[in-house]
């Protein structure tokens, strides 16, 4: 409807012309690409005009548009993902990529991304290959299970698993463990979307033998039992053991499939250590009697994103037919990063080569000393203003990867004038940005996940918070 009478002036046309905004930005920014810095012009005038519109938002701002669109443009042409410094002591932390790969691993999945490869091409038949070639073999040989799959993540392992096995049936779950993982995956919904059946069983803290037993029958497909990976249950609780299951399972033909969430294909430390996972060992728990087990190759593994499966060969021979299965398939660099990681591990050598086992298995006297080092280096580019102290810490390991255990860590704890909020962000801005952890006022760097060539990252963070105004 056209305004009639008196007319208003429309904030929104005292905002500068595109062609504007973009001459400033080249001006300013003149490294920044032309798709970016239009992009971000267009994108500033779009929320400028937006935030005039709302009632008592009467004056634009050029500077800050220009501004904005700057932000924009960098975000847009920034290299994404970027390296960043893990000083938060995760080892396997989500929203920093999980597990950093091996530089031979890396190396080796930057080989076959820039060339063509034998994929899928068997080269002394000329024919068509397998995809996972001897991936497959290498995983039977780490695991003694009858036979392996990969698929893209643990996600697409546990939805092709329970279509492959129990599609219109039904899939039987104790309630306790009908867990939410994170990044919206729920056991319940994933179960729907693979046209299976959830019976629960049990309650949420205890379920006993009897309670699967009860459900038991001509529908039934599978057991199913879920690590809980990112809690706890504690007090009057119960839940049947994965032997009690399978016990369960073959007295009545039915088979046992566990999502261990994160898998090792090697023992982590003797018992009592603080890394010691026993319920992440796939091949104790195929022993235990678990028929599939599925688990993340980017968690304790050490590996790249990748879903494993191992089991039968009859049930891996019967999900790889499944036509889901192409399209949840590896990609091809994961696969060689992943060939890469099982072969250091068939060597024995995983402890001393891959990056995930080094952090959690380094000896705390090894990361005290290391954090006096760093703490010296720091010094000399922190300036006066900043306070340095050597710590003891613990740091959980991440990626519902044993949610109870924290493992002891010594950290360097930095204090500012500026404030410990201000100082993580100005590490986090940094051209190699820092991400830290804040405790008691102060910025923890936590020297068990810091990488080879961290520490100068590290000290170019931090000149650049202490003397960069920002
Ligand atoms: C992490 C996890 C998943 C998801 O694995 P992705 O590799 O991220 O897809 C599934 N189940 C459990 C129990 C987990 O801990």
Known sequence: MEERGEVKRDPRRRLPAADRVIRELKAEAPWLPDWAVAAGA?????????????????????????ASALAHAQGLARPHPARVV????????????????APGAARA??????????LELDLREGERGDRLGPVSEQLTLLSGAEAAHVVNNNAAALLLALNTLAQGREVIVSRGELVEIGGAFRIPEICER??????????????????????????????????????EQRGFVCE????????????????????????????????????FAPESYAPARLRLGADVVCFSADKLLGGPQAGILLGSAARIEAMRANPLARALRLDKLCLAALDWTLKVLLEGRGAQE???????????????????????????????????????EAAPIGAGSLPSARLPSWVVALRSPQGAQELAAALRTAPIPVVARIRDGAVLIDVRTLLEDDTSALEAALGFACGAPR
């Open 42 to 66: 267009r994108r500033a005038l779009e929320e400028a005009r937006r935030r005039l519109a709302e009632p008592g938002h009467a004056s634009g701002d050029p500077e800050g548009l220009v």
């Open 354 to 392: 891959l990056p995930v086992l080094r952090e959690l298995l380094a000896p705390v006297a090894m990361l005290e000393q290391r954090a006096r080092t760093l703490a010296e280096r720091l010094a000399n580019v922190g300036g006066s203003g900043l306070a340095i102290e050597v710590l003891p």
């Open 109 to 118: 999945a930057a080989a076959v991304g820039s060339s063509y490869t034998d």
């Open 86 to 101: 893990n000083a938060t002591g995760v080892v396997l932390h989500t929203n920093l990529g999980r597990a950093p790969l």
């Open 240 to 275: 049947v053991g994965l032997a009690e299951l399978a016990r369960i399972g073959r007295r009545r033909g039915i088979p046992v499939l566990e999502d261990l969430g994160s898998g090792l294909l090697v023992e982590l430390g003797p018992e009592g250590s603080p890394a």
């Open 194 to 231: 693979a046209g299976v059946t959830l019976v629960e069983v049990g309650t949420t803290n205890r379920t006993h033998a009897a309670d699967y037993e009860r459900v038991l029958g001509e529908r039934s497909a599978l057991l199913l039992k879920v690590h809980r990976s990112n809690f």
